[in-house]
C-alpha cells in the first residue's frame, strides 16, 4: 500500500486545492484562489461556493497532469469532510463522490485541522517528522488551539480560543488600520520595518491552557480612536510599528500558553501548523524557545501552511492504509472537530 497514488481534494473555505500523493511524496499541489473576496474585507460564503464550482474541475486536471499519472492510476481519492464553509465543502465533497464512483476506487473524508497537523509527515514538509507524542499549535483564520498529538489518529485538544482565532484577530486588526484583506500577511511584511514594543496593548488572562483574542482586538480599536482624535495621521505615520507591536503581541499571546503546555505536560516535540504558522514572528518565537528552553520543533514549509489538497491527501493515505474509507452517503460536516473525527463509525476493508 506505500505506493498507493492518492488523489487529494480540498474546498473548506476560499481556495479549491488538488495534489496528488504517491507514498508519502507530493507528485502535485495545485490551488485556485478566489481574489473575489479582497473587495468585500471577508470571505462571502456564496461566492466561495460559486468559484469552487467553477475551479474544481480545471483545479484537479491540472493535478493529474503535473503529476504525470492517468486516472486510472488513481488508488483512491481524499477530500476534506469539515471543519469549513458548508457551501464550500459540498462542492469539495459532491465532486470527489462522484470521481470516486466513475473511477470505481475508494473514498476517504478528511478531517481539515487533523489534516494541518499530520502535514508535517509530508516527506518534503520538514528534514524529519515529530516524534509522538508532540504538541502542535494549530493556528488560522478560523480555528486556534493546542493539540496533544499521540498518534496519527489519536489527538487531543487541550486548549483552544474561547473567542476570536488568531488569524481572525490579525484580519480585523489589519482592517482597523485600513489594510486590505487577508491583513495577516501584510502586518507581517510591515512589521519587519517596524520596531515591537513601540505601542503596548493588553493580554488576556485566560485559564488552563485557552485562548482568548477578542480582547486585544478591543484595545487596538480604542488606542487607534483616541490616537486618531489627536492626530488623523497617526496611523500613516506609525503603521510598521502598529504592526511590529500588534504582532508581537499576538506571538506572545500564543507562546505563553504554548509554553505553559510544554512544561507542564513535560513534552519538548513541538510543532506549528495552520495559516498562521508561516507568520515571521511566530517563527522566530518558535526559534528563540527552541534555543531558550531545549525543544525539538517542527515548521512545515510555507507551502503546507495554508489550505492545501497536499495536507488532505496525506491524510488520506495513511487511511488508506488502515483500510479506513468512507461511504458514498457521507455528508459534508461544517463543524467537524479533531475528535469527533475519531469517534464516528467507519469502514474497515480488509
Same mark, same amino acid.
Given at each position: 500500500?506505500?505506493?498507493?497514488?492518492?488523489?487529494?481534494?480540498?474546498?473548506?473555505?476560499?481556495?479549491?486545492?488538488?495534489?496528488?500523493?504517491?507514498?508519502?511524496?507530493?507528485?502535485?499541489?495545485?490551488?485556485?484562489?478566489?481574489?473575489?473576496?479582497?473587495?468585500?474585507?471577508?470571505?462571502?460564503?456564496?461566492?466561495?461556493?460559486?468559484?469552487?464550482?467553477?475551479?474544481?474541475?480545471?483545479?484537479?486536471?491540472?493535478?493529474?497532469?503535473?503529476?504525470?499519472?492517468?486516472?486510472?492510476?488513481?488508488?483512491?481519492?481524499?477530500?476534506?469532510?469539515?471543519?469549513?464553509?458548508?457551501?464550500?465543502?459540498?462542492?469539495?465533497?459532491?465532486?470527489?463522490?462522484?470521481?470516486?464512483?466513475?473511477?470505481?476506487?475508494?473514498?476517504?473524508?478528511?478531517?481539515?485541522?487533523?489534516?494541518?497537523?499530520?502535514?508535517?509527515?509530508?516527506?518534503?514538509?520538514?528534514?524529519?517528522?515529530?516524534?509522538?507524542?508532540?504538541?502542535?499549535?494549530?493556528?488560522?483564520?478560523?480555528?486556534?488551539?493546542?493539540?496533544?498529538?499521540?498518534?496519527?489518529?489519536?489527538?487531543?485538544?487541550?486548549?483552544?480560543?474561547?473567542?476570536?482565532?488568531?488569524?481572525?484577530?490579525?484580519?480585523?486588526?489589519?482592517?482597523?488600520?485600513?489594510?486590505?484583506?487577508? %491583513?495577516?500577511?501584510? +502586518?507581517?511584511?510591515? @512589521?519587519?520595518?517596524?520596531? !515591537?514594543? *513601540? /505601542? =503596548?496593548?493588553?493580554?488576556?488572562? &485566560?485559564?488552563?491552557?485557552?485562548?482568548?483574542?477578542?480582547?486585544?482586538?478591543?484595545?487596538?480599536?480604542?488606542?487607534?480612536?483616541?490616537?486618531?482624535?489627536?492626530?488623523?495621521?497617526?496611523?500613516?505615520?506609525?503603521?510598521?510599528?502598529?504592526?511590529?507591536?500588534?504582532?508581537?503581541?499576538?506571538?506572545?499571546?500564543?507562546?505563553?500558553?504554548?509554553?505553559?503546555?510544554?512544561?507542564?505536560?513535560?513534552?519538548?516535540?513541538?510543532?506549528?501548523?495552520?495559516?498562521?504558522?508561516?507568520?515571521?514572528?511566530?517563527?522566530?518565537?518558535?526559534?528563540?524557545?527552541?534555543?531558550?528552553?531545549?525543544?525539538?520543533?517542527?515548521?512545515?514549509?510555507?507551502?503546507?501552511?495554508?489550505?492545501?489538497?497536499?495536507?488532505?491527501?496525506?491524510?488520506?493515505?495513511?487511511?488508506?492504509?488502515?483500510?479506513?474509507? %468512507?461511504?458514498?452517503? +457521507?455528508?459534508?460536516? @461544517?463543524?467537524?472537530?479533531? !475528535?469527533? *473525527? /475519531? =469517534?464516528?463509525?467507519?469502514?474497515? &476493508?480488509?
Amino acid at each position: 500500500m506505500s505506493d498507493s497514488i492518492i488523489l487529494g481534494i480540498e474546498s473548506s473555505c476560499d481556495d479549491t486545492s488538488a495534489a496528488v500523493l504517491k507514498g508519502n511524496k507530493i507528485l502535485s499541489n495545485i490551488a485556485a484562489n478566489q481574489e473575489i473576496h479582497n473587495e468585500y474585507g471577508g470571505v462571502v460564503p456564496e461566492l466561495a461556493s460559486r468559484a469552487h464550482q467553477q475551479n474544481i474541475i480545471p483545479v484537479v486536471a491540472k493535478a493529474v497532469k503535473e503529476a504525470n499519472i492517468h486516472k486510472k492510476d488513481i488508488s483512491a481519492i481524499g477530500f476534506t469532510r469539515g471543519p469549513g464553509l458548508l457551501g464550500s465543502l459540498l462542492v469539495g465533497t459532491s465532486f470527489a463522490k462522484s470521481l470516486a464512483m466513475s473511477l470505481e476506487v475508494p473514498l476517504i473524508e478528511v478531517n481539515h485541522l487533523q489534516a494541518h497537523i499530520l502535514a508535517h509527515f509530508i516527506d518534503d514538509a520538514n528534514p524529519e517528522p515529530p516524534n509522538f507524542p508532540f504538541l502542535c499549535l494549530t493556528v488560522s483564520g478560523g480555528h486556534t488551539m493546542i493539540v496533544l498529538v499521540k498518534d496519527y489518529f489519536d489527538m487531543e485538544i487541550i486548549g483552544k480560543t474561547i473567542d476570536d482565532a488568531a488569524g481572525e484577530a490579525f484580519d480585523k486588526i489589519g482592517k482597523i488600520f485600513g489594510l486590505d484583506y487577508p %491583513a495577516g500577511p501584510i +502586518i507581517d511584511q510591515l @512589521a519587519k520595518n517596524g520596531v !515591537e514594543n *513601540s /505601542f =503596548k496593548f493588553n493580554k488576556p488572562r &485566560i485559564e488552563n491552557f485557552n485562548y482568548s483574542f477578542s480582547g486585544i482586538k478591543t484595545s487596538v480599536l480604542y488606542f487607534i480612536q483616541k490616537e486618531v482624535r489627536k492626530n488623523p495621521a497617526f496611523i500613516k505615520e506609525n503603521l510598521n510599528d502598529l504592526c511590529a507591536s500588534v504582532q508581537q503581541t499576538l506571538v506572545e499571546i500564543l507562546m505563553d500558553k504554548l509554553e505553559k503546555a510544554a512544561l507542564e505536560l513535560n513534552i519538548n516535540e513541538i510543532a506549528i501548523a495552520g495559516g498562521v504558522s508561516a507568520n515571521s514572528g511566530l517563527r522566530e518565537a518558535m526559534q528563540k524557545n527552541a534555543e531558550r528552553l531545549g525543544w525539538n520543533i517542527y515548521i512545515p514549509k510555507f507551502e503546507y501552511t495554508t489550505d492545501n489538497a497536499a495536507m488532505i491527501a496525506m491524510v488520506a493515505k495513511l487511511k488508506y492504509d488502515r483500510g479506513e474509507f %468512507a461511504d458514498l452517503s +457521507i455528508s459534508a460536516s @461544517a463543524r467537524y472537530d479533531i !475528535e469527533e *473525527s /475519531f =469517534k464516528k463509525d467507519v469502514t474497515i &476493508i480488509d
